[in-house]
């Protein structure tokens, strides 16, 4: 086995198609030899993988053996793709996260204990992937206090300093129908709740409607929050942000919003012609979840996003923000702030938006109505 994987490892810089060692590996595994696929994943990072983002045959490859392993079911094969995880892992950027995600979409909870456990030194899970895969079972409606060994482990010392450790572990009220992926040996797929800008109901502006005096509001810190679900579209694709906050000189009811919204002098709206009037519409605190945990989740038109636990923990800072939440408020005072916003949703056919297929506007009226903030985003391939 040793000289076939070495053999492998020499050759794989000369190969045009690397899918006759995918083919390998498939009956290897299929056969239960879950251990080839992981010894030869770690013989190509230690051979490859500080070149590896240079090296398409690497990238492919190894991102084949390990879905190989972490997807396909069975005892073995999670525990190899554990092996094949903790090996590689301080060589890869983020692993932690795709393999949190590969493991929850693909398995039974039950089958995931072994991540929790103290196993051998060789496969012994990370702290990150375990945090990481807390969260991605709790996205999909797993109750994971209700799991003995995941439930030693989050109120263990480990646990209490992790990022992570300020989200709740069951769902919001307002975390209806997360966005995501599935997943096979080759390959994933998954959906996205945004389109083009001027797509979707409007609502006309009542231009008898009385328009507040406004004066901004943003500093770096809340545009930051309100930008943390879409940062990623604008430092890893092509992406452009606007986070702003207004105060209103009085409550604004909803037949004055698009005019209102219209009025603040958005570059996301800049240009906006009467004849093209922008498309705003009221939306559940749902919906504007959805839309900014797929932008933090799946990423732009040119990355893979921050997948599900970190997308859910740049969500709910986006939402923090949006709400007029305090900064370091908990995850109930967050979640009370946003339940109590008025949503909007908008877009506009205008220079600043791609209209492509990554185009987001977003639009959070605090309970007093006079508090206003918005998130602007778009990314292009």
């Known amino acids: 086995m040793a000289e076939k994987i070495e ?3 020499a050759k794989l ?4 198609d690397v899918s006759k060692v995918v083919g390998l590996a498939e009956r290897r595994l299929a056969e239960g030899d879950a251990l080839f696929v992981a010894d030869l994943g770690i013989a190509l990072n230690g051979k490859y993988g500080a070149e590896g983002d240079s090296l398409w045959q690497y990238r ?12 396909t079911p069975g005892e073995e094969n999670i525990e190899q793709g554990l ?3 903790v090996t590689t892992e301080s060589s890869k950027r983020s692993q932690s996260r795709h393999v949190a995600s590969l493991l929850a979409s693909s398995h039974p909870p039950h089958d995931l204990a072994v991540v929790f456990a103290g ?4 496969a012994r899970a990370s702290e990150e992937l375990r945090a990481c895969l807390v969260h991605e079972l709790v996205l999909r409606g797993v109750d994971v206090a209700e799991m003995s060994g995941i439930a030693r482990w989050v109120t263990s010392r480990h646990w209490s300093h992790h990022p992570l450790g300020w989200l709740p572990l069951s769902l919001s009220p307002f975390e209806e129908e997360p966005g995501l992926p599935s997943y096979h040996a080759r390959g994933g797929s998954w959906s996205i709740p945004y389109g083009r800008s001027d797509d979707g109901p409007q609502m006309a502006p009542d231009r008898a409607a009385h328009l507040s005096l406004t004066a901004e509001t943003t500093t770096d810190a809340v545009a930051g ?5 879409v940062s990623n579209w604008s430092e890893e694709s092509n992406g452009r942000i606007e986070a702003r906050t207004f105060d209103l000189a ?21 240009g906006l012609k009467a004849s093209d009037r922008a498309a705003i519409s009221p939306c559940p605190a749902a919906q504007a979840w959805r839309l900014v945990f797929a932008a933090a989740s799946t990423g732009g038109a040119y990355n893979h996003g921050l997948r599900g636990a970190y997308g859910r923990l740049a969500a709910w800072r986006s939402l923090a923000g949006l709400s007029g939440a305090a900064v370091h408020a908990s995850a109930a005072e967050v979640e009370q702030q946003v339940l109590e916003c008025d949503w909007y949703s908008f877009g506009a056919a205008t220079k600043w938006f791609e209209r492509v297929a990554w185009d987001i506007g977003l639009a959070a009226i605090a309970s007093g ?13």
Do not use: Y
């Open 250 to 270: 009085e409550p604004v009811r909803a037949p004055a919003v698009p005019s209102m919204l219209e009025s603040l002098k958005l570059e996301s709206l800049r």
């Open 13 to 16: 810089p000369r190969m045009k």
């Open 83 to 85: 092996r094949l995880a």
């Open 369 to 381: 109505r006079r508090q206003v903030a918005v998130l602007a985003a778009t990314d292009t391939d």
């Open 225 to 229: 929050a309100i930008a943390a679900a």
């Open 7 to 9: 053999k492998i490892v």
């Open 60 to 71: 492919s490859l190894f991102g084949t053996l390990l879905r190989l392993l972490t997807v």
């Open 119 to 122: 196993g051998a030194p060789h």
